[in-house]
């Protein structure tokens, strides 16, 4: 695996037609839930499915500095000896969350409760991302949280107890909602949060695959602290954030066929194939059936050419992490598309709205930034040079891009793609994408 701190850019050619069977990595979201949720279970835990993504080592490397056994199998297999809600211990040194959000925001939650001080650092990305989203929530639960500005470091202080909260999120994320549940479960009484829509909810599934009774319904969730976790067997989907590019890659390029296999399509993750299919794309799923809790298909897609629409407001917290895959969708398509209320893009690995609508003009398509989405009109995709600002999802949507660019395309800063999908330019190449890596000059 390349070192994310290494530097190293993509020259992608056009040309190609994707086609063929491929498995791209496990889900990022239910990997580092499978280590966490583990850590804190009696018992012994068995996750197959893994992803070996930095990001997700991350996590389980700062699990194992606090006490806990971790066992590498396999790339893709672990398994963790959990320790209990109360059996976590100091770690010696600050943990290095790289840069997963994922990780932070979700272990700040948990570790607000512990007997012994923390500290969360994390790259230049992840130190530039807001934090006071759960800062706030947990201080009303009577955690003791220090930052830099409401960003990371964050230095958690250890306090006598938590008290349980009904949190009411302004924005739909599933990472300070599992933030507040995972505090919750530490909390005297009920912890309730409750969301503008429905997000993600691996961490409302896998809480109950471990054991914890909690009350879930579109757009809330529920649970009484004190509950015990119970290790189990986590088999983790392939993730579809990551089957995204691929799926893109097919839509644009009329004529092509591909199958992505054992993809998880959690209803909470599932709005980039409604958008792509409003777009024209075909998509299929096939042989559906559920991995622990979650809902599983191989997913075909084949491209018809696509035709710009107004992206439906409410299926942005469902597509989030895949709207970089929608911009290049439509800079492909043919006519106007409108993107609205995907505010949430400017706090990401980059501010995306911003960096995808300048990679497309460089490109040579018309597009627009807007406070909350973009306005972008298809056409020919030119060659160029790319700047993905170190962010992953950036760099993989514009590879695939380059299928339907006139010319080769520059991506720079590329390393941070390991965070999520360890192997992509191999993958990628077994697909029909012409794609060099190289060290950056």
Not at 119 to 126: E, K, Y
Not at 296 to 305: A, E, L, M
Not at 321 to 337: K, L, N, S
Not at 411 to 432: C, H, W, Y
Request: net charge neutral; glycine share 12%.
């Amino acid at each position: 695996m390349t070192p994310a701190s290494e530097r190293f850019d993509w020259t992608v050619s056009p040309g190609g037609k994707p086609a063929g069977q491929v498995r791209v990595p496990g889900d990022k979201s239910i990997s580092h839930r499978s280590v966490m949720l583990g850590s804190l279970a009696t018992g012994r835990t068995d996750v197959t499915g893994f992803l070996d993504g930095e990001d997700c080592l991350c996590t389980m490397k700062a699990f194992q500095a606090m006490g806990v056994s971790i066992e590498r199998l396999s790339d893709t297999s672990l398994r963790v000896d959990g320790v209990g809600l109360h059996g976590l211990t100091a770690p010696a040194h600050d943990l290095d969350l790289g840069n997963s959000g994922t990780s932070m925001r979700l272990m700040s939650g948990l570790l607000a409760a512990q007997k012994f001080p923390s500290t969360l650092v994390g790259d230049a990305s992840l130190s530039r991302r807001p934090m006071r989203r759960v800062i706030d929530p947990l201080a009303r639960m009577g955690a003791h949280i220090d930052s830099q500005d409401g960003k990371a470091p964050l230095h958690i202080r250890p306090v006598a107890g938590l008290q349980g909260i009904a949190h009411a999120s302004k924005v739909a994320s599933a990472q300070v909602k599992s933030c507040i549940l995972l505090a919750g479960l530490y909390a005297q009484g009920e912890t309730s949060v409750t969301e503008p829509e429905a997000s993600r909810d691996h961490t409302e599934r896998m809480l109950q695959a471990f054991g914890v009774q909690l009350e879930a319904s579109h757009g809330r969730a529920a649970l009484r602290g004190g509950q015990q976790l119970v290790g189990t067997a986590i088999p983790v989907p392939a993730d579809i954030s990551s089957a995204a590019f691929f799926m893109l890659a097919a839509a644009i390029v009329p004529g092509s066929e591909i199958v992505l296999r054992d993809v998880g399509i959690n209803p909470t993750r599932t709005g980039v194939i409604d958008i792509l299919r409003a777009m024209g794309a075909e998509i299929e799923l096939l042989d559906p059936r559920t991995f622990g809790g979650e809902p599983v298909s191989d997913i075909r897609v084949r491209g018809r050419g696509l035709r710009g629409i107004a992206v439906d407001p409410a299926l942005v917290a469902s597509a989030i992490d895949e709207f970089p895959a929608v911009f290049v969708a439509a800079a492909c398509a043919e006519g106007e598309t409108l993107i609205s209320g995907a505010e949430e893009l400017r706090v990401k690995e980059s501010d995306r709205i911003q960096t995808m609508v300048d990679g497309l003009v460089s490109l040579g398509i018309d597009a627009v930034a807007t406070p909350d989405g973009a306005r972008i009109r298809g056409g020919q995709l030119r060659g160029g040079e790319i700047n993905s600002h170190g962010d992953h999802r950036v760099a993989m949507s514009f590879a695939m891009g380059a299928l339907r660019s006139s010319g080769p395309i520059r991506i720079l800063d590329v390393a941070n793609v390991n965070t999520s999908f360890p192997r992509f330019a191999e993958k990628a190449q077994a697909m029909g994408l012409a794609i060099a890596p190289h060290r950056a000059t």
